[in-house]
């Protein structure tokens, strides 16, 4: 059964237009503008959905939501494309743990992503698409890359050569060493014998017992990771699409394996648009709590669904992770909620006078900070500087308020 995306929020359309927008690029450690033409195509990596959502996902896809909002505010259509690896094996450990059916639970934890960002207001994906739905088209790519010569069977599993991927750190910019040391940390097995190298990767894996498994021309098994993203996203975008996305954890091996993958198929085709993968690749900071990278594996989590469950208004949740650049990372508090709540009562009341100053210095101010490599920080303070001069002094332009609050709605997503 296909994925469902989530219900799309009201987006404003402001007078005008923003500008293009300046991205830092990961694979050229420089600036890029993101100059798509028409429509924009973007793929953000998804969720493995063994539990709920927390502040690391949500400040990942909030800061390609606001991605999203400045490119269609500059004119252009966005489209996004998003996937979730709803089979894997850290899906499966947890299944095996709580004695839960694997696909009730990543329905589950699906259903709660879902409602988490409807909550946050972050615009949806055109495209939501999963593993398990993808079996056939997963296996299709990687029976592609197998012709080819790049990869091999070892066991009945098939692996991708990294010998065979000319670019190979075209997008980390990794040496061996850094590579060799962060592989097994995030989910590669460089140990494993008979491999040709330690940094070749998984491509399907043959079926285990008590694992879930589907016929293929490959043999009965299922993806590996890395594949998946690769496969959907060519399939859904193309080779060249303008924008990929994921937490910064994901330069190397994800996005890494995933373009030498891409590549590799695509030069078997003949086609003259061979590379990159993607044109920029924009990889978020981590969220950290108590001193630790906020992750699954180590439980110092802050779900957003047991926020909101607290009564926390979700727009108060945006306006707190909003002052972060998305490439620091950056620790949570919770006396961040506290200052958010203090500064949305403070715009909401400036958006409610019946007058203020003249606001279309403010959303050129708005439009000019996010796209300058979405610098929120001073994207806010032109908000405050705005609610500050309404709330003291007032103001004589009665369309001021309104469209404050339009500024404030369709650039940083935030209702008042």
Known sequence: ????????????????????????????????????GPTARMYVCGITPYDAAHLGHAFTYLTFDLV?????????????VQNVTDVDDPLLERAEATGEDWRALAERETDLF????????ILPPRAYVGVVESVDLIADFVAR??????????????????????????????????????????????????????LDWLLWRAE???????????GRGRPGWHVECSAISLNELGMGFDISGGGDDLVFPHHEMGAAEARCVTAATGSAHTGPHARAYMHVGMVGLDGEKMSKSRGNLVFVSRLRERGVDPMVLRLAMLPHHYRAAWEWTDDQL?????RHGRWRAAADLPAGPDARPLLDRV???????LDTA???????????????????????????????????????
Do not use: C, Q
């Not at 879902?114 to 207001?121: G, I, K, P, S």
């Not at 285990?208 to 490959?218: F, Q, T, V, Y």
């Not at 994207?379 to 404050?404: F, H, N």
């Open 145 to 198: 890359i197998r012709a080819t010569g790049a990869a091999y069977d070892l066991d009945g599993d098939i692996y991708f050569a990294a010998e065979s991927a000319p670019h190979f750190g075209e997008v980390s910019g990794y040496d061996r060493a850094t590579m060799l040391e962060l592989f097994p940390e995030r989910g590669g097995d460089p140990d494993r014998p008979g491999k040709k190298d330690p």
């Open 68 to 80: 999203n909002r400045v490119l269609r505010d500059a004119g252009h259509g966005v489209d996004y």
């Open 208 to 218: 285990r017992p008590g694992e879930p498994a589907w016929d293929s021309p490959l």
């Open 1 to 36: 059964m296909a994925m469902r995306s989530w219900p799309a929020p009201d987006l404003v359309r402001l007078p005008g237009s923003g500008g293009p927008l300046t991205v830092h690029d990961t694979a050229s450690g420089g600036r890029r503008t993101v100059d798509p």
């Open 114 to 121: 879902r409602a988490d960002m409807a909550a946050l207001r």
């Open 378 to 416: 001073t994207a806010l303070a032109a908000v405050d500087d705005w609610a500050e001069r309404a709330l003291a002094s007032g103001g004589d332009d009665p369309a001021a308020p309104a469209l404050m609050r339009d500024t404030v709605d369709s650039l940083l997503g935030v209702r008042l």
């Open 338 to 342: 506290d200052s958010a709540a203090r």
């Open 367 to 373: 439009r000019a900070a996010l796209a300058d490599d």
